[in-house]
């Protein structure tokens, strides 16, 4: 009987070790208002990234890093690669960083600078970028590469300042 168990146990273990990291949502029309609406009076970092980014690529597993450092940190991914890239290996590419949990989105429209307008009208698209949302919806934009010691001085800002 424990023998069953336990097999029982190791296959399950083993089913999880190759599952397929979950697709990321599709970032379209309408989503960054969705997206800013769901976390409304929670603090947010949301970083945009892309495949198509090398600095982006080199930056992800610090992200990684500091999510399994800061359980507070509530950290959105959005891959907004000029192009649609496919979902697998976006999702490949979060999982490999140690991201794989994270809410994570992808533009899919191939009008893209549309769907940047709606972020932020003066972004040009360049990537990395980070948007840190306070609780009352106050943001700071980190363009570029960013300094994850400012994102934790943030973090740490947001929990003392909570009611």
């Not at 146990?9 to 949502?25: D, I, K």
Request: some cysteine.
């Amino acid at each position: 009987m424990r023998l069953s168990i336990l097999l029982a146990l190791l296959l399950a273990m083993a089913s999880f070790a190759n599952a397929e990291p979950t697709s990321p949502f599709a970032f379209e029309r309408g989503s960054w208002a969705k997206l800013r609406a769901s976390h409304t009076g929670r603090p947010t970092v949301i970083h945009f990234w892309g495949l198509t980014c090398g600095p982006c690529l080199v930056e992800l597993p610090h992200w990684g890093k500091l999510r399994r450092e800061r359980p507070d940190l509530k950290l959105v991914l959005i891959a907004a690669d000029p192009l649609p890239q496919d979902p697998g290996r976006v999702a490949a590419t979060l999982d490999k960083a140690g991201l794989s949990g994270s809410e994570s989105w992808s533009f899919t429209d191939r009008f893209y600078e549309r769907l940047r307008y709606e972020i932020d009208p003066a972004w040009a698209g360049e990537l990395p970028r980070t948007i840190m949302i306070d609780a009352t919806g106050e943001a700071t934009v980190l363009p570029g590469v960013a300094d994850l010691a400012q994102v934790r001085a943030w973090l740490d800002t947001q929990r003392t300042s909570r009611p």
